[in-house]
């Protein structure tokens, strides 16, 4: 009985040690964090900050080939994302997506905005009253760096300072585009931010409604159900053309859910993984954020990580911006939005309405048999299917099940 008791002390004895542990991790990893971080002020860029509990949030996803410190990526990163070195490519978003977070708990939502949408430029960086959206972070940066230079001002600083004037300047831009949201915290992550933490938590299952391949992206995929690692995540989610003889159309707009199908995935591949409570993972997440991440001032990172594990929970539905026609602007193709038509939207998905309560009648048989159906593409079923089919990319995308897109 002595033995049998003292083997019982001593297993609670090893897992008390192992919470003290696993809680000294977070906390100092949290510190290291905070600490390594980029952080940029965005404070009245967008008004007064809200005090209505709601929470707005910018994801910007840039194009640049190098670092937040602007230094290149390793040869390796480049071979693996098909991408060329730190002598192409400038500083665009070419994902921007305002994520929405309602007071209430109720659903969140993610508004894609489509990267060649052509908008007014509210700072007018270097001169520029117009361009595609994504130009705003790149023209404000380079306006910046001349300013500064003309200045004296060291290279390292005025990169770091011209960088927080891009963002500003960018969540300006998007905020005015959409009728005035106020914007509360930005999160930006380079391209290889993307490869690393998809390479922490392969391989991610993901589904095609079409196989296609392209040569510029690297991307060569069957349809249906399928697992990634993480430089054909990359691929799967630059894809933008089908190069092959198919007769699959593939469009800028595809790629826009692809990256919400993606998003998607990955909460689902985190939630399963237990990514949240996996020590080794966290660290090599907190690596890749201090490295090639920005947040503003204000975000504290163990809430978003809990917002986070929320929405990793089903709890969010993505949609994107419609476009009104193509055209070309200055030797550019752009996408000619209608701004009224888009404020509109933009305000019901940040305003819905107050759900009601249910009739009490019950619901006939054809009702009830049509509740349990595949979602499809209007996502209105009570049941989701396991992969839902969505082949219109402005419909609303609900999350909790990996899709199947184009």
């Not at 952080?39 to 809200?50: H, L, N």
């Not at 700072?123 to 760096?145: L, N």
């Not at 891009?166 to 930005?186: C, E, M």
């Amino acid at each position: 009985m002595y033995r049998r008791r003292r083997w019982v002390v001593g297993i609670i004895a090893v897992i008390v040690l192992a919470l003290i542990a696993a809680t000294a991790f977070v906390v100092i990893t949290y510190a290291d964090a905070n600490n390594g971080i980029h952080r940029s002020s965005i404070e009245g860029v967008t008004g007064p900050k809200q005090n209505t509990g709601e929470t707005n949030i910018l994801i910007m996803g840039l194009d640049s080939r190098v670092d937040e410190n602007g230094n290149p990526f390793p040869q390796a990163i480049y071979d693996q994302i098909h991408a060329e070195d730190a002598s192409v490519g400038g500083y665009n978003t070419n994902v921007l997506m305002l994520i929405h977070i309602p007071a209430n708990g109720g659903k969140a939502v993610g508004i894609s905005i489509p990267r060649d949408d052509y908008v007014d430029f509210p700072d007018s960086p270097g001169g520029v009253d117009k361009g595609k959206i994504k130009e705003a972070y790149g023209d404000a940066m380079e306006a910046s760096m001349t300013a500064l230079s003309a200045k004296g001002v060291a290279e390292a600083d005025a990169y770091q300072q011209s960088r927080t004037a891009a963002r500003q300047s960018t969540i300006k831009t998007v905020s005015a585009f959409l009728g005035g949201v106020p914007i509360d915290h930005f999160v930006e992550v380079t391209m290889a931010a993307f490869y690393e933490v998809a390479e922490a938590v392969q391989p991610i299952t993901v589904c095609l409604n079409h196989a296609t391949a392209d040569t510029f992206s690297g991307a060569d995929f069957p349809a249906g159900v399928q697992e990634l690692n993480a430089a054909q995540s990359m691929a799967f989610v630059r894809q933008r053309r089908d190069t092959t003889s198919s007769d699959f159309d593939m469009t800028d707009l595809d790629r826009t859910r692809r990256q919400q199908a993606f998003m998607v995935s990955l909460a689902v591949k985190l939630k399963q993984a237990s990514t949240f409570t996996d020590f080794g993972k966290l660290q090599k997440l907190i690596d890749v954020a201090k490295k090639d991440v920005a947040m503003d001032d204000n975000l504290d990172l163990l809430s978003f990580a809990q917002q986070a594990q929320s929405l990793a929970g089903g709890n969010i539905s993505f949609v994107t911006l419609p476009i009104d026609h193509f055209d070309t602007v200055d030797g550019q193709s752009v996408n000619i939005v209608d701004v009224d038509a888009i404020r509109a939207q933009v305000h019901d998905l940040l305003n819905p309405p107050t759900p009601t309560a249910a009739p009490s009648a019950s619901p006939s048989p054809s009702a009830s048999a049509a509740s349990t159906g595949s979602s499809g593409d209007s996502g209105s079923a009570a049941t989701p299917a396991p992969h839902p089919v969505y082949t219109d990319s402005s419909s609303p995308l609900q999350s909790g099940n990996v899709p199947c897109v184009n």
